[in-house]
């Protein structure tokens, strides 16, 4: 217990020094900084750097020189630490949402919380995104499509919908990317297309918009329109998961293809025991946006995103889609993403 809740409060310590800057700093040092030095680069008081600095010292994240009295992060732990400590964030804006659920776990309290409804959330998402963009293109994304087929086809030229598409960070990489296939981002969030939109205006990539839009209830025009369907991260967070595959189903194209990406963990928590991966800890953020976005309409199924691999099986077939190519067991045993590529 102890352990637990200390390094819970390092990690809120993690999330203010990734906002304030120090990470991005001293990761970029090419030598070891003094108080003062770092202090005056990020125009902050010293007192309160220090007491930062000496909390990740005590963590042994940061190192400190006593004869130069200098502090710096080793090489080894850099590459790490500017992609992971991104997410830290996350935790003040889950603190935010805490009343609002609080109230969902009472029996007369609302069902959930919509994603409009947390203050800051797409910004921060927008901003670890983007942290991590680069990264997920080249070691997740891209070799799946590879694996899958979907990257000659989207050299080649075809039509994608990126379903849930928040911010718009993966479809204007993919369309960066891809510049002979054409990509629309569909999101229910006004607030993420506002980002997105504004992204829109400073890249000025041809082929792709954003539209708003219902993943459950998808414009009759759109009926087999589209070779490549994209749910990322998205199924588990709406109320009917299932109206959406059928959706999904209709407006794919006759040999189109759904990429669906899920957390592959099980969905009885007793196989999710010890901590493998971020299984353990992911269950908050699940608790506090995932699941109350699930419970926002009708049925209320509440899968949240540990809904478990099994289920998400089972759906796919349960709604006509044949599963082509999955990556399940590479991945399964360290509860990473799960990426099927599904036919109808």
């Excluded at 039509?159 to 569909?186: E, Q, R």
């Excluded at 109206?243 to 099980?266: I, M, N, R, T």
Aim: aromatic share 12%; net charge negative.
């Amino acid at each position: 217990m102890t352990r637990l809740f200390s390094d819970g409060l390092v990690m809120m310590a993690m999330a203010l020094g990734h906002r304030l800057g120090f990470y991005k700093l001293l990761c970029e040092a090419t030598d070891p900084m003094t108080l003062q030095a770092i202090s005056d680069q990020l125009g902050l008081k010293e007192r309160y750097a220090k007491e930062w600095l000496s909390c990740m010292v005590a963590a042994e994240i940061v190192y400190f020189d006593r004869d130069s009295e200098a502090y710096y992060i080793p090489e080894a732990f850099k590459t790490e630490l500017k992609v992971r400590t991104a997410f830290a964030p996350v935790l003040m804006q889950l603190s935010d949402r805490c009343d609002a659920v609080e109230k969902c776990f009472k029996k007369d309290g609302p069902y959930g919380v919509s994603y409009n409804d947390a203050p800051g959330y797409f910004n921060w998402l927008e901003e670890y995104r983007n942290s991590i963009r680069d990264r997920a293109m080249e070691e997740e994304i891209l070799p799946r499509f590879r694996e899958q087929g979907l990257a000659a086809k989207l050299e080649s030229g075809i039509c994608m919908l990126d379903v849930g598409c928040g911010t718009g960070t993966f479809t204007y990489a993919l369309a960066k990317h891809f510049p002979k296939s054409t990509f629309i981002g569909m999101e229910y969030s006004e607030k993420a297309l506002v980002i997105a939109r504004a992204k829109n205006e400073q890249m000025q990539l041809d082929n792709v918009t954003f539209e708003y839009g219902d993943a459950q209830a998808l414009p009759e025009k759109w009926t087999g329109h589209f070779d490549l369907v994209l749910l990322y991260d998205v199924l588990h967070d709406l109320p009917n998961p299932h109206k959406c595959l059928d959706q999904v189903y209709q407006v794919l194209k006759p040999d189109g293809v759904l990429s669906l990406v899920e957390q592959a963990v099980a969905g009885d928590p007793m196989d999710n025991r010890g901590g493998v991966g971020m299984t353990t800890g992911f269950y908050t953020p699940s608790m506090f946006v995932c699941l109350p976005s699930s419970m926002m309409g009708e049925p209320h199924v509440g899968y949240g995103a540990f809904w478990g691999i099994e289920n998400i099986e089972k759906a796919i077939l349960d709604h006509h889609f044949k599963i082509s190519h999955s990556n399940r067991q590479e991945v399964e045993a360290t509860k990473g993403r799960v990426f099927y590529c599904c036919t109808k």
